[in-house]
């Protein structure tokens, strides 16, 4: 275990240090301050405005954080051949890929804690409620950001970085986008549809993990309203979400564990 | 002696796709069987692309071997696709054109592979200090990697594999690219590591460092191991010519004289002419003639298989 935490707390350091987080965290907060111009245009739905254009900027530079850093700090070890000290210490494969990940999840916990501050902070400048809808919605996406990581850690453990990066975000556009390809499958012929419904299963299901402005067993949900999901719903998708990453990750240490680092 | 190294029958063959289609066979490395004794500086010498960095890469357990054992003090280091993790904890090593983490300084680089060793931390950082200096960076310990030289990194990476105190060191070319100082501390450090009662396995192409340290060599040509054994073993004792330098009236010559002239003569006469002796060199097989020799010798295909393997004759 001491071995697995060296690892994370080294691919932490990596990552902290690493100017290009720093950019993406920079415009991550821009776009939540942005909330504030942009909330003065919406006569008093300023509150509104803020938590969705905030939630949306966490969703969406968190998952770019996730990519830039799941996909380089693992290939970035070969490439720079830095695995070739590595591995040759007393050090299983499947602890090294374990450690990367656990890295790369503090980084992003020190990020989406940074922009969820932020959030919170603009919210409080507008004298708006702080409820724990939000803490709700924030868990559930750094859940997302999870599976992600384990995704693109997933990808980057066969391919390279540009490949890696592309998959990563492809998967990601297909997992946010499944109430809508469950649509479209049900208008393909009989045989397709068990196939593509199928294939749609084994991706990650991403649009469970922000529910806010979406139906949800017959109802809408939305983050504004009383009705948002409550804690046990929270618990239901960290599962799937934390269920989905050990598997994606059990994948990565296979392969991991049976390439040549040549 | 006892064996803290051997290897027994290793292979690797890559398979490589041309064009995504076509399969195509590798043998990097072939049948090769040696032992490392204890205390003993090793050299494994090669051209390049002979196969020394996919051996080595082996026995660190960065690639798997298509056939064969490697065996640490005893025990097993490979299975199929598994590595031993527990033999691994005796070996030190440096890997060829070392990288690290360049945004570690070396002192955090020593801390990050100690704790990999699970070395606790006072005697960690004992090691560290202790470790610094014997390489002669003491005061660059707190400088970013990225600021190192060549052959700063070099004696980090030698550090690094020296934290865990190791019975084995294991050296990927740790002379390439140094300048003649960076080489001979570099040598001086693999002899005082062998006097600490270290076994130190090193390669490189550089033969005049082998000449001078080394106990034992292995020369592999082509992936295949073509001698190993006691370096006065395995260069022919024969002479091969002596070569005198003469000086007339401020002019040097030298004249190389085959093994069957007879030399005192040669000065003799030599000097009863008026010339001035300056020097009387026998030239007997050095490691570059032999190591030439095994190179032509691959070449031609001639004697390709009557070392392959074995020990050298005793």
Not at chain 2, 34 to 63: C, D, H, Q, R
Request: proline share 4%.
């Amino acid at each position: 275990m001491n071995r697995v935490f060296a690892i994370a707390q080294n691919t932490f350091r990596e990552a902290v240090r690493n100017k290009v987080l720093y950019a993406l965290l920079v415009f991550g907060i821009g776009v939540i301050l942005f909330a504030l111009p942009l909330g003065q245009m919406s006569l008093s739905e300023q509150a509104r405005v803020t938590r969705d254009v905030g939630l949306a900027g966490i969703e969406l530079f968190g998952i770019l954080i996730s990519v830039f850093i799941g996909v380089n700090l693992v290939h970035k070890e070969i490439d720079r051949k830095t695995i070739y000290a590595l591995v040759p210490k007393p050090l299983h494969r499947y602890e090294f890929i374990i450690g990367k990940y656990l890295g790369i999840v503090a980084t992003l916990l020190l990020m989406v804690a940074i922009m969820s501050i932020m959030l919170l902070a603009v919210l409080f400048a507008q004298e708006a409620p702080i409820e724990s809808t939000l803490i709700r919605a924030i868990t559930m996406l750094f859940v997302e950001l999870m599976v992600v990581t384990a995704v693109a850690i997933f990808f980057s453990s066969f391919s390279t970085p540009f490949l890696s990066g592309l998959f990563t975000l492809v998967l990601c556009v297909i997992g946010l986008s499944t109430d809508s390809l469950r649509i479209l499958i049900k208008k393909l012929p009989a045989a397709l549809q068990f196939v593509a419904g199928f294939a749609l299963r084994l991706l990650p299901d991403l649009r469970m993990f922000y529910v806010s402005g979406t139906m949800l067993d017959g109802r809408w949900i939305s983050i504004h309203q009383g009705n948002y999901v409550d804690w046990s719903y929270v618990a239901l998708a960290t599962a799937y979400g934390m269920g989905y990453a050990t598997v994606i990750l059990l994948l990565s240490m296979w392969i991991f564990s049976r390439r040549d680092f040549i | 002696m006892s064996a803290v190294l051997k290897v027994e029958d290793l292979a690797k063959t890559f398979i490589l796709w041309e064009k995504g289609l076509v399969r195509k066979k590798i043998r990097a490395v072939e049948s090769v069987s040696f032992s490392v004794e204890k205390n003993e500086i090793f050299g494994f010498v090669g051209p390049n692309g002979a196969g020394k960095t996919t051996t080595i890469k082996m026995l660190m357990g960065l690639i798997f071997p298509s056939a064969g054992t490697i065996e640490i003090l005893g025990r097993r280091l490979i299975g199929h696709k598994t590595v031993d993790i527990e033999a691994k904890r005796v070996i030190g090593f440096l890997p060829e054109n070392p990288y690290f983490y360049d945004y570690l300084t070396g002192r955090e680089l020593l801390d990050f592979v100690g704790r990999l060793f699970g070395i606790p931390g006072p005697e960690r950082q004992r090691r560290i200090h202790d470790l610094l200096d014997l390489v002669g960076l003491g005061r660059a310990g707190n400088l970013a990697l990225r600021k190192y030289s060549k052959g700063m990194l070099q004696r980090i990476g030698i550090a690094q594999a020296l934290i865990n105190n190791p019975e084995l060191v294991i050296l990927d070319e740790p002379m390439s690219g140094l300048d003649p100082i960076g080489r001979k501390e570099i040598r001086d450090l693999i002899v005082q590591l062998r006097d600490q009662g270290k076994t130190v396995f090193f390669s490189t192409h550089i033969l005049s460092d082998v000449e001078l340290i080394c106990n034992r060599v292995a020369i592999v040509v082509g992936g295949k191991l073509r001698d190993v054994g006691p370096l006065d073993k395995l260069l022919s004792p024969r002479l091969l010519h002596t070569e005198v330098v003469l000086e007339t009236a401020g002019e040097r010559r030298e004249h190389r004289l085959p093994p069957t002239e007879d030399v005192d003569a040669f000065l003799l006469r030599a000097l009863s002419e008026g010339h001035k002796v300056i020097s009387v060199t026998p030239r007997r097989e050095s490691i570059e003639d032999l190591f030439v020799r095994e190179v032509e010798q691959s070449d031609t295909g001639m004697g390709a298989q009557h070392k392959l393997g074995r020990e050298a004759r005793p």
